[in-house]
T-cell receptor, first 115, second 113 residues
Framework: AQSVTQLDSHVSVSEGTPVLLRCNYS??????LFWYVQHPNKGLQLLLK????ATLVKGINGFEAEFKKSETSFHLTKPSAHMSDAAEYFC?????????????WGLGTSLAVNP | KAGVTQTPRYLIKTRGQQVTLSCSPI?????VSWYQQTPGQGLQFLFE???????NKGNFPGRFSGRQFSNSRSEMNVSTLELGDSALYLC????????????FGQGTRLTVV
């Protein structure tokens, strides 16, 4: 069975400091992993995805994530937070059998960025 | 290329009523998935349609149903509404392949009073 655990429901950082949002996953298959961001009153937007190529994945807006199979983790990082990064972040695992795909969502981490 | 369009954006309904939500996927996308988002439960998968057939289903009661038309547009119906059905309902479209990106609409905010 597949599952996703986002280890922090809320993270607060100061502008200009690093961001770390933690995600652990469980998957019986070779997983695809995603991070999505949701700004208030806006739809979900893909930040980055891992699909069994390079383990360090670079996404939009300076975010990146590293797939660590031994730790079953896919933590999201950014070297320097910006006020506009304040949003809800979701870690997602995709389990596929052929074209039959299910996305399993974490409960989300709310990121606050303080001036 | 137009994005995923969900209508209406906001709805207020009374307990016991039914509601139909609509989702138009990105042109060329054949898969539409529906999610319920609430503060306490996060995103909960409702169902996925691919080429007019339900391909996956989450753990929701039979009051929640959906369908997909030949042009890939999808509708979701909730009958006998309950207060707990108040949520943001999100629609996502993909081409239908294995690990492709899902594109989301802005959602329909349903309030049941």
């Amino acid at each position: 069975a597949q599952s996703v655990t986002q280890l922090d429901s809320h993270v607060s950082v100061s502008e200009g400091t690093p961001v770390l949002l933690r995600c652990n996953y469980s998957s019986s298959y070779s997983p695809s992993l995603f991070w999505y961001v949701q700004h208030p009153n806006k739809g979900l937007q893909l930040l980055l995805k891992y699909t069994s190529a390079a383990t360090l994945v670079k996404g939009i807006n300076g975010f990146e994530a590293e797939f660590k199979k031994s730790e079953t983790s896919f933590h999201l990082t950014k070297p320097s937070a910006h006020m506009s990064d304040a949003a809800e972040y979701f870690c997602v695992v995709s389990a596929s059998a052929g074209n039959n795909r299910k996305l399993i969502w974490g409960l989300g981490t709310s990121l606050a960025v303080n001036p | 290329k137009a994005g995923v369009t969900q209508t209406p954006r906001y709805l207020i309904k009374t307990r016991g009523q039914q509601v139909t939500l609509s989702c138009s996927p990105i042109s060329g996308h054949r898969s539409v998935s529906w999610y319920q988002q609430t503060p306490g439960q996060g995103l909960q998968f409702l169902f996925e349609y691919f080429s007019e057939t339900q391909r996956n289903k989450g753990n929701f009661p039979g009051r929640f149903s959906g369908r997909q038309f030949s042009n890939s547009r999808s509708e979701m119906n909730v009958s006998t509404l309950e207060l707990g059905d108040s949520a943001l309902y999100l629609c996502a479209s993909t081409t239908g392949g294995g690990s492709t990106e899902a594109f989301f609409g802005q959602g329909t905010r349903l309030t049941v009073v």
